[in-house]
């Protein structure tokens, strides 16, 4: 069995910051892209962010750029979403996923593996 955890989600204000957590194997740490992907409620899921396992390239939805960075502490073996200058549109679940190989950002059935979700709301 493989496992992603996803943590770090809670109530912020508007311009507030939080910092998402997803712990997995070393295995996927290092053979797998690492998506974060959220859904509001009454929307489709969409690919906020991701980072390669090869290289460490990066992917950032237009509307996160400049606010979002994706990173990785191998020796803790954990990808983070630090989301800054929140806003009420970011309010979602978010997901952590792992799809094996590269390059596959917000393509979803690229996927394989899928975390249970944390919740973001962002609101005064």
């Known amino acids: 069995q493989v496992q992603l955890v996803e943590s770090g989600g809670d109530l912020v204000q508007p311009g507030g910051s939080l910092r998402l957590s997803c712990e997995m194997s070393?295995?996927?740490?290092?053979?797998?892209?690492i998506g974060w992907f959220r859904q509001a409620p009454g929307k489709e899921r969409e690919g906020v962010s991701g980072?390669?396992?090869?290289?460490?390239?990066?992917y950032y939805r237009d509307s996160v750029k400049g606010r979002f960075t994706i990173s990785r502490d191998n020796a803790k073996r954990t990808v983070f979403l630090q989301m800054n200058s929140l806003k009420p549109e970011d309010t979602a679940v978010y997901y952590c996923?792992?799809?094996?190989?590269?390059?596959?950002?917000?393509?979803?059935?690229?996927?394989?593996?899928w975390g249970q979700g944390t919740q973001v709301t962002v609101s005064s």
């Open positions: 980072i390669s396992s090869s290289d460490s390239s990066t």
């Open positions: 070393e295995f996927l740490l290092n053979y797998y892209t």
């Open positions: 996923a792992a799809g094996f190989g590269d390059y596959h950002w917000v393509i979803q059935d690229e996927y394989d593996y």
